[in-house]
């Protein structure tokens, strides 16, 4: 009750090196750069000689003494001057493998300077999950912005989404940059008179606008692709906010290291410095804005909203395929295909069962409104409004759709990960509340939702046949993405508990302890299967195909014949194989060659044109007159990798033959073992 008897203390701690504050004011002055927003994780200087040197010396004796010989560099993004690391880094551990986490935009690439083997795959996974996509997806748009009312565009809903996270978690950094800009504009003559609060507000929309997680403008580069990064942004700003017309075009001038004549070189120094530290903020910006929140607003097809993905993008043809997959190839020959890793939304067979969606567009829209209609009686009011909302709801039935194991029931345990699930999408959606401060009653409407739905008889009548039908599907979409990761160029990356179906959702839902002795059991029994009599073992995985050895099978097999003939995946040329017939869109094939060495990826796409839902894409009934067009020096005998079969060569080799008893296959000339 003696306010005197503080005043000691005080005095105190206002001589420290830190100071004591309530939480809150983080967000507005903080002067130091965090992980993201978290304020208890104060990021090092990696530039620093000496920061590098202390962080990095047991690293370093570990790759010296050969028991580390790869290296996956986190955050990439995050670092003052990521090219001069990784030079430094390199030139330590020379004869590493060297990966970066890197989120490429589609058509993006990585930096050419780069000393790396490539990035950590999201681009991979991207692409692959375009490729089996229908490009006729277009009536899902429709129905999304019929069903939800959600007719923003992407990039308008991202840009006010990155809006909300500068707002509530990164203006005190935004602040920063702008009063080290007005230091540095007052002794330019075109900037001298523009305030900190107009600089403040230019920086914020330019970085709303970013079209990439960020450039890398440094001293040593100055890349034409920043440049239009730097351009594009500053032109969608001014549409934006034409009144900042003055201050963006400043800031564009700016970014783009368009120096004054008459600069002093520590004035240069400066004004690089700013660019710099900018470039720090666009990425942590995208990756809270976009990944963490966007991804979570915007639900048309839940398959397309994955960490390095692009829900606005088209679907790739077999013919765009290849030409993405060649000038990856020959520009990074040993990157990473990843399929799920311990960011992505969804697991890799999520994403694969939800692409089928893109297929079934008339039969999803006519549950999708039952469904509604139905489960409206399980909805409650919460601040006069039903929730769960329309665009929560839709997000449900995919996330429902793409989940749900085919072989068991949906028992409580699984309702209680849907619950957990949907709370977190709400908070990083931020519509409803958010971490800071959850709207515990919308969580709890949404969450009794769940439980309805899932515990309701006449939404399971409906709901069962259709998640049979998607999965079905799904199946085929699995095994032609893991076939395809392991030999397409690059590395095929493994996120533990995939080599079963991976039907889990993001962290920590995908944290869960893995069965390994489970996958070993199952591995040896494949093993001891094969040696008896491999025609009836893959009639057996087929028949239960949802219990997931079918999948391990894929991957086992594949991978000992990679491993057995590691020159051809690791140097082979790839060269795109012509189908022709009448089924041809729905196949992808390529070869990977190195001397006389073949090995034919033989993948299927889009199978629900091909066959029932009980039955494989596999035989002449299905593929009919659907052939590869094989060049003329293509060799005139193939052995299938995957089920062991043998076929004859010749200028064409049916589709139908190849896919006679299992639904992918690998093709080569040279003997498994």
């Not at 202390?54 to 670092?79: A, C, N, P, Q, S």
């Not at 990035?119 to 229908?134: I, K, M, N, Q, S």
């Not at 494949?526 to 057996?540: D, F, G, N, W």
């Amino acid at each position: 009750g003696r306010p005197e008897s503080f005043r000691a203390l005080d005095e105190l701690l206002s001589e420290q090196w830190f100071r004591l504050s309530y939480w809150k004011v983080a967000t507005e002055e903080i002067n130091y750069r965090r992980f993201f927003g978290i304020n208890d994780l104060i990021v090092l200087r990696m530039e620093e000689p000496a920061v590098y040197d202390e962080t990095h010396r047991f690293l370093l004796r570990m790759v010296r003494e050969g028991l580390i010989t790869g290296l996956r560099v986190d955050h990439i993004d995050g670092l003052y001057d990521p090219t001069g690391y990784l030079a430094r880094l390199r030139a330590d551990a020379p004869d590493c493998y060297l990966v970066v986490e890197k989120i490429l935009q589609p058509d993006e690439p990585l930096p050419p300077f780069w000393p790396v083997q490539g990035t950590t795959g999201y681009d991979f996974l991207d692409a692959v999950t375009r490729l089996l996509c229908d490009q006729r997806r277009r009536g899902l748009r429709a129905l999304y912005a019929r069903f939800t009312g959600v007719r923003q565009p992407f990039d308008e809903l991202a840009a006010d989404a990155k809006g909300v996270i500068i707002e509530r978690y990164l203006l005190s950094d935004a602040d920063n940059l702008a009063r080290l800009l007005k230091r540095i504009s007052a002794r330019d003559r075109r900037g001298r008179d523009l305030t900190i609060y107009g600089l403040k507000r230019a920086i914020t929309e330019l970085m709303e606008c970013f079209p990439v997680y960020r450039t890398y403008i440094s001293p040593l580069h100055h890349r034409d692709e920043d440049r239009a990064a730097v351009r594009a942004a500053a032109a969608r700003a001014r549409e934006r906010h034409p009144e900042l017309q003055h201050e963006l075009r400043f800031l564009e001038r700016f970014l783009s290291l368009e120096f004054n004549d008459d600069l002093t070189e520590e004035e240069r120094r400066e004004w690089i410095r700013f660019v710099m530290r900018f470039q720090q903020y666009t990425g942590p910006l995208m990756a809270k804005g976009v990944e963490d929140t966007a991804l979570y607003r915007y639900n048309r097809l839940l398959s397309m909203n994955d960490v390095g993905g692009a829900p606005w993008a088209t679907a790739l043809s077999p013919a765009q395929w290849h030409d993405l997959i060649r000038r990856r190839s020959a520009a990074w020959p040993h990157t990473m295909n990843a399929t799920a890793t311990h960011d992505t939304k969804r697991g890799e067979d999520v994403r694969a069962r939800l692409n089928v969606l893109s297929e079934l567009s008339a039969e999803w829209k006519h549950h999708l409104a039952a469904w509604s209609r139905a489960n409206r009686k399980l909805k409650s009011f919460v601040r006069g409004r039903l929730a769960p909302d329309r665009n929560d709801e839709y997000l449900l039935y995919q996330t429902l759709l793409g989940t749900a194991p085919l072989d068991a029931d949906l028992d409580d345990a699984y309702v209680a990960r849907i619950q957990d699930y949907m709370r977190k999408v709400i908070r990083e959606a931020k519509r409803h509340g958010g971490w800071l401060a959850p709207d515990e009653d919308y969580e709890r409407a949404a969450t009794e939702f769940v439980a309805g739905v899932l515990g309701s008889s006449e939404f399971a009548r409906s709901f069962l046949p259709f998640l049979r039908r998607v999965g079905h599907y799904g199946v085929f979409n699995s095994l032609s993405q893991t076939l395809l990761k392991i030999t397409c160029p690059g590395i095929p990356d493994f996120y533990q508990g995939a080599e079963l179906w991976d039907l889990s959702l993001v962290d920590p839902d995908n944290r869960r302890p893995v069965d390994f002795d489970r996958r070993t059991a199952i591995l040896e029994a494949i093993r001891r299967k094969e040696r008896a009599h491999v025609p009836e073992l893959l009639a057996e995985l087929l028949a239960a195909k949802t219990d997931g050895r079918i999948k391990l099978f894929v991957i086992y097999r594949a991978l000992r014949f990679r491993a057995r003939h590691r020159a051809l995946f690791e140097t082979g040329r790839y060269d795109p194989i012509e189908v022709k017939g009448r089924r041809s869109r729905h196949v992808v094939a390529y070869a990977r060659r190195r001397e006389e060495a073949w090995a034919i990826t033989v993948a299927p796409r889009l199978t629900t044109a091909l066959t029932g839902e009980k039955d494989a894409p596999c035989g002449r009934a299905v593929w009919g007159d659907t052939q590869l067009a094989l060049p003329d020096d293509a060799p005139r005998g193939w052995r299938n990798a995957v089920t062991g079969e043998r076929l004859p060569g010749g200028a064409a080799l049916p589709v139908g033959e190849i896919l006679a008893r299992f639904p992918v296959a690998l093709l080569s000339n040279v003997e498994p073992a």
